[in-house]
């Protein structure tokens, strides 16, 4: 069984495994165990598999090894080494120590598809309830619906996530913390340094510099945080450090990038004056000299190079994948880019400019050919103030049909003034009962009020069973329709097992909740898992069909 | 085993460190006090249906219009499904006023169902009031014109100087004169004022404070039902008095009524009501009277923040700013005095004052009884016709609400409840057990497991004792 | 026993939370032209009684309630209630509330006035023209109130006679004002269905109803419509039906599921024609398959 590739890694004979005396290998993806004269493994582990190994303890006549598998599965090694019970306590000790080494290396490649389908199936509450319905009742295999249904799931998890950029604001996101006695806490995290050597180069090659060989990297941060690099625009502390020479190399940098130039030509970056915004709009502020050159000239400098420093940290990635790719692309735009002409730029810049300040919404149309506008002619306008119904029973009375209404109307209205009618005959009591009873629930004129109702009587947690019944039932369903028409064999089988857990979920999870329907809301009990059932038979029909379609093939 | 409960210990409680609150009763609250008898006496009177019926809550109202013309019992279980399910907790507070108030009685129906049936003398007499038939009212003679009618706007000046006479004089204002004997006999009765120990004369009481704090119609049916408490004292009929009263009530303001008719009794009456201004009349003998807006729609207690849309009603005249600043536009001393109740009085001109809140001010309103909500309620009810006009938030600024309450519970830090004390258990099974039948039955107040005693409210006591008889028989 | 106290306390917050002012609006159709009034005059009697006393219910429910009765003609609307100028001096003769018989004495008083006066001309009645008077007045109402007063205003219809076609642009303009002001509209409809002020309720969230019989015509009256829509949910009252919003075709004025639009003016029609009537837009014959491109179907 054992294959040529395989690397043994440790050999103890005179290991005893059910009665058998035989030799224990521990080899690079496995343990195993051969008996004595035979050729062919008998016992044969995978690490993955071990989930842990205990010892005898000391002083105890048997000295053994028992490995514990994730199944539950256990194998127990005696160790018989005939020198004596010392020998055999540094034999199980060699076995031990390896396997020790060796597990965990393995253990945390299963943990981790562990927590990686643990944490989907948190992150995915839907998930996580198809989980439930499906596999914890057995209708289908956990293998099954991790590569089935879960796929869409997994998958997204495999895609290569968007590379995230370097925040503007991450050195303004370390919030230092007081440690009580008059000095500053900073966390930094690793994530952090990623982004402070991203963005400042010359950081990262002081870092490389200095660490571990001159100091250690808690020393280091502390100095940068310490640092006037770090504090530039503050005012204080002008003293000598380490960092000193790094602001140098930024303002090389910086020069060099304005230079460059930036290609959106609304951005200015080589005006570092402080400007309020209404300036240019007919008011001149007399620049007051030297006065709020300095601190406010520096600050926008320090502003300006750091979004040049983040914008660049990103930029720097795509370089470089295109790097990669083995196209020296970035310097021959470069040089594309500086050959182009002054008037290019210009174009360019008013190109750019037109773009902002127009909105395609509000720009008149310039075709001045279409301006013959055509007339819109509307006859019978009258139609459109007519009702939804069919009209025309008004009829018009001559003068004399109204004097006779009129007429019969005052005749009434001449008894109003002489008694009122009695209530008894305004409402007697037998038309009162009457409508009372057509306006009860269950009356005449209250039709319509029991179906209306019928989604508020269904209680919450039923409705909630419901829901998660369709879910899983659509999930095993889908799979079961996608497989037509059956082209392959495979397809085939699949059919057949979707087939079966369909109706391995029929029986598991409808039957009971309509019987529990039954018991509990008798009135509804069809009402709601009729579809469900309409659903069902609709698989089972076409299963049949195709089942009967070939038999006779 | 011993005999826990011989040893416990009544926690005298007795001393009520809260005091006894001005208790306002309405309409309802009164009639169930009275017997079934008087009710069904009552009942007699349209008048008083209508009111009764007014004071229903909303649903009862509706159950008895749609009953109104029915003659049969209905089952109970068909009115129960008029309402809707979500609102079945108030279906059944609903069916408990209507029979408390002797609106419904049961009744059963052929096949053994349980029905109601409406009472048929207020189905009688309610069906006179909405649609006609019957006696007149007593007042409703038929008069000549009045040579010298009064307008409404004398009428309200009228009664408004009237009642405040009332309200002046248990300030102890100047205006000591125009209150007779009578009416001071009753702001005695009603706990309002009390005789000083010293010289005799009638002083305010903590009530008679939150008295003032309330609305004026609350204040006049308040003290007419006081007055109504010893009515029969005077030899008069509660149920005439009331069936007027009510009369007045659902009359017109501005119309004149004839005292043709009326018994001596109800004429005494209609003096002492003339006395607090619930009515005008020219001279004692004049033979008609006028009804004032004190008198109408006296019950109307529940609806207090709703605005009549009369144009001539009193305008408010407080203005509260968010920075506790009270602005009051009156020159009355009556009003001075009541905003220096719970204010603190900064300055004052010849039509407005103007104090602010502070905490200081509002405690010493609250240590004289005054709550949170009367002074809350006061400064609403008054507040400018400004401080109305945006319409969906309150009148007040939030902040001092807020404010005014968090002052009131910072005085409310202990409860006190009265209870009995249970201690010296065997064991701890035995401390178990009775401590879990207390709190099931929701009569546990208080307990501890390492020490075994634990406090009973007074009302579980007894039944908290029976059952551990029966237990310790049992054991 | 504390708890039960609690739930009452609630309950009774709950039913104080419903007090503002309520105004109600009655349209009274008060046509002669109507077919129950031609047959038998008497029913005038019978209905004018009824919604007396259901507008005097809607007064018994609070004190401060107010109502408004408008009596709607072929010709004309006009306030019955309150009436113009001064209210009429009125002594009780009964029993009853004197505010109640004032309501009555107005009621009848004005209407027999406007019948003798008015001269009948159709058996349509200008309801639409009513309800926009009655918006009117709810908004003036509502304009003059004292600040920080609540007015729950709603109108309540009662007609006898049918739908009509002509004031359908009216009644629309109507409803949709009075969803905008929230104004419920009710309607009673005595005599015949009236799908289009149905709708009106329908887009107001108002109650209609089709009285069955004219007898019980109050009791039906206090049980559906003199709860304010406030209170409404609390009850159970007839379920909203369908309403029935298919429109009618130009040519035939049918009710048409689907039916073919006019690109240009959209009319609708119920047969394909190659020239818009409306508008005489002329569209390509169709092809047995270009029938798409110029003809859209749609589905009301």
Request: hydrophobic content about 35%.
């Amino acid at each position: 069984m054992t294959t040529s590739s395989e690397e043994i890694l440790l050999q103890v004979p005179h290991v005893r495994y059910k009665k058998g005396d035989g030799t224990l290998y521990l080899m690079d993806q496995r343990i195993a165990w051969m008996m004595e004269n035979r050729d062919t493994v008998s016992i044969s582990h995978h690490y993955s598999d071990i989930k842990t190994q205990k010892i005898s303890p000391e002083g105890k006549a048997k000295v053994q090894l028992q490995v514990v598998l994730h199944n539950g599965v256990s194998s127990t090694f005696h160790f018989i080494n005939r020198n004596g019970t010392q020998a055999q306590a540094a034999d199980r000790d060699r076995v031990k120590e390896l396997l020790q080494t060796l597990l965990p290396k393995f253990k945390r490649k299963v943990d981790r598809e562990l927590e990686e389908k643990n944490r989907l199936l948190s992150s995915n509450p839907a998930l996580l309830q198809l989980y439930k319905d499906l596999v914890m009742t057995e209708i289908v295999t956990s293998e099954e619906f991790w590569a089935q249904h879960a796929s869409q799931y997994t998958k997204a998890q495999n895609t290569q996530p968007q590379e995230i950029g370097v925040s503007g604001a991450f050195l303004a996101d370390i919030k230092p913390q007081t440690d009580g006695c008059n000095g500053l806490k900073y966390n930094i995290t690793a994530d952090i340094i990623e982004s402070i050597f991203k963005t400042y180069p010359a950081v990262k090659k002081k870092y490389i510099e200095h660490v571990p060989s001159k100091m250690s990297e808690a020393q280091f941060w502390t100095k940068f945080f310490q640092s006037h690099y770090f504090h530039r625009d503050r005012k204080y502390a002008e003293s000598k450090d380490l960092f000193t020479e790094c602001g140098k190399i930024d303002d090389q940098e910086m020069k060099r990038d304005i230079q460059d130039g930036v290609k959106d030509p609304l951005v200015d970056i080589t005006s570092f004056e402080d400007k309020s915004l209404d300036e240019g709009y007919g008011t001149e502020v007399e620049k007051l000299p030297g006065t709020f050159g300095t601190v406010s000239q520096a600050m926008i400098k320090r502003f300006n190079q750091h979004s040049i420093m983040v914008l660049k940290a990103s930029k720097n990635k795509t370089d470089q994948t295109s790097d990669q790719n083995g196209l020296q692309e970035s310097s021959t735009s470069a040089k594309v880019k500086d050959s182009r002409p002054e008037g290019d730029e210009h174009l360019n810049k008013k190109l750019r400019i037109q773009e902002k300040i127009t909105y395609e919404d509000l720009e008149i149309s310039n075709d001045k050919s279409d301006n013959s506008k055509i007339q819109l002619n509307l006859s019978k306008v009258e139609r459109y103030l007519h009702g939804p119904m069919p009209g025309g029973n008004v009829e018009q009375f001559s003068p004399n049909e109204a004097a006779i209404l009129t007429r019969a109307v005052l005749q009434e209205t001449k008894q109003w003034q002489n008694s009122r009618q009695p209530s008894n005959i305004l409402v007697n009591p037998a038309a009162a009962v009457g409508a009372l009873g057509e306006l009860s629930p269950g009356g005449a004129l209250m039709r319509g009020f029991q179906e209306q109702s019928l989604a508020q009587l269904v209680p919450a947690d039923i409705e909630k069973e419901v829901r998660h019944l369709y879910l899983s039932l659509c999930e095993l369903l889908s799979h079961f329709w996608k497989c037509f028409p059956p082209t392959t064999p495979q397809l085939e089988q699949k059919i057949v097992k979707m087939h079966e857990a369909i109706q391995r979920f029929h029986a598991a999870k409808l039957k009971p909740f309509e019987d529990k329907l039954i018991r509990e809301l008798s009135p509804l009990s069809h009402h709601l898992t009729k579809h469900l059932n309409q659903l069902l038979n609709a698989s089972y029909q076409k299963f049949n069909n195709w089942q009967k379609i070939k038999n006779i093939r | 085993m011993a005999q826990n409960d011989t040893k416990s210990n009544h926690i005298n409680n007795s001393a009520r460190l809260q005091p006894a609150n001005l208790e306002c009763k309405n309409l309802h609250d009164y009639l169930k006090t009275r017997s079934p008898a008087v009710l069904e006496r009552l009942y007699n009177h349209p008048t008083i249906c209508l009111a009764v019926y007014r004071e229903l809550p909303e649903l009862a109202r509706q159950y008895v219009i749609r009953i109104l013309f029915v003659e049969q019992p209905v089952p109970q279980a068909v009115i129960a499904s008029w309402g809707h399910q979500k609102y079945a907790k108030e279906h059944s507070h609903v069916c408990n006023v209507l029979s408390e108030l002797s609106v419904w009685q049961e009744a059963s129906i052929r096949g053994g169902l349980a029905g109601w049936l409406l009472s048929p003398t207020f189905k009688r007499n309610l069906k006179i009031a909405l649609l006609g038939g019957g006696k007149p009212w007593t007042m409703s003679s038929a008069l000549d014109p009045d040579n010298k009618a009064r307008d409404v706007a004398f009428l309200d000046a009228y009664s408004a100087e009237r009642w405040e006479c009332v309200l002046h004089y248990m300030v102890g204002s100047q205006q000591q004169e125009g209150i007779s004997a009578d009416a001071v006999r009753i702001l005695l009765h009603a706990g309002l004022m009390k005789r000083d120990e010293e010289d005799g004369s009638p002083v305010i009481t903590r009530q008679g404070f939150q008295f003032l704090l309330l609305d004026r119609q609350a204040q006049v049916w308040h003290f007419i039902l006081q007055y109504l408490d010893t009515v029969e004292q005077r030899g008069l009929d509660l149920v005439e008095c009331l069936t007027f009263l009510f009369q007045l009530s659902f009359s017109t303001l501005g119309k004149d009524y004839s005292t043709e008719g009326m018994s001596a009794g109800l004429l005494i009456f209609l003096q002492h009501l003339r006395e607090f201004g619930l009515v005008y009349q020219r001279k004692r003998k004049a033979g008609r009277f006028y009804p004032t807006r004190l008198a109408l729609n006296i019950t109307c207690l529940q609806d207090k923040g709703a605005i009549v849309l009369e144009e001539d009603t009193p305008k408010g005249y407080i203005i509260v700013e968010t920075n506790y600043r009270i602005y009051a536009y009156t020159d009355s001393n009556l009003q001075v005095a009541l905003i220096g109740l719970f204010t603190e009085l900064l300055y004052r001109f010849p039509n407005v004052v103007v104090g602010v809140l502070t905490r200081d001010s509002v405690r010493q309103a609250l240590k004289g009884g005054i709550t949170a909500d009367q002074i809350i309620g006061y400064l609403t009810q008054h507040a400018h016709t400004q401080m109305l006009t945006n319409e969906t938030k309150s009148p007040l600024p939030l902040t001092v609400i807020d404010q005014i309450k968090l002052w009131e519970l910072e005085r409310n830090r202990l409860v006190y409840s009265e209870g009995v004390l249970y201690s010296q258990f065997l064991s701890q099974a035995d401390f178990n057990v009775l401590k879990e039948y207390a709190q099931t039955s929701g009569y546990l107040i208080w307990c501890n497991k390492e020490k075994r005693t634990m406090v009973v409210s007074k009302a579980g006591h007894d039944d908290v004792k029976k059952f551990w008889k029966r237990y310790s028989k049992g054991n | 026993m504390n708890n039960t106290e609690e739930i009452i306390k609630d309950a009774i917050e709950d039913v104080s939370s419903t007090d503002d002012v309520s105004l109600l609006v009655i349209i009274l159709d008060t046509n002669p032209g109507q077919r129950i009034l031609r047959e038998n005059p008497h029913t005038l009697t019978q209905i004018i009684d009824s919604v007396i006393a259901f507008a005097n219910a809607h007064l018994l429910q609070k004190a401060q309630n107010k109502l408004v009765i408008m009596a709607c003609h072929s010709r004309a609307s006009q306030f019955i209630y309150p009436g113009l100028g001064k209210a009429l001096d009125v002594r009780q003769i009964d029993g009853q509330y004197e505010a109640f018989t004032l309501v009555e004495k107005t009621v009848k008083l004005n209407l027999s006035k406007l019948l003798s006066e008015s001269i009948t001309v159709s058996n349509e009645s200008l309801l639409a023209g009513a309800i926009a008077m009655a918006l009117c007045y709810i908004h003036r109402i509502h304009k003059s109130k004292p600040p920080g007063c609540k007015i729950n205003s709603r109108i309540l219809v009662l007609t006898a006679s049918g739908d009509s076609a002509s004031q359908y642009m009216n009644y629309m303009n109507v409803f949709f004002t009075a969803q905008k002001q929230n104004v419920v509209i009710d309607v009673c409809a005595i005599d015949q269905h009236l799908s289009l002020l149905q709708q009106g309720c329908d887009i107001t969230n108002g109650m209609y109803l089709k009285i069955p019989q004219l007898q019980g015509l109050l009791q039906y009256l206090l049980w559906v419509f003199l709860p304010e829509p406030p209170i409404r949910k609390k009850l159970v009252l007839p379920p909203p039906v369908k309403v029935d919003y298919r429109a009618a075709c130009f040519c035939h004025r049918e009710l048409i599921d689907i039916g073919y639009v006019c690109s240009v003016c959209l009319s609708i029609f119920c047969k394909f024609s190659p020239i818009c009537t409306t508008c005489h837009t002329v569209f390509k014959i169709p092809g047995p398959l270009a029938v798409k491109s110029k003809k859209k179907k749609i589905k009301l």
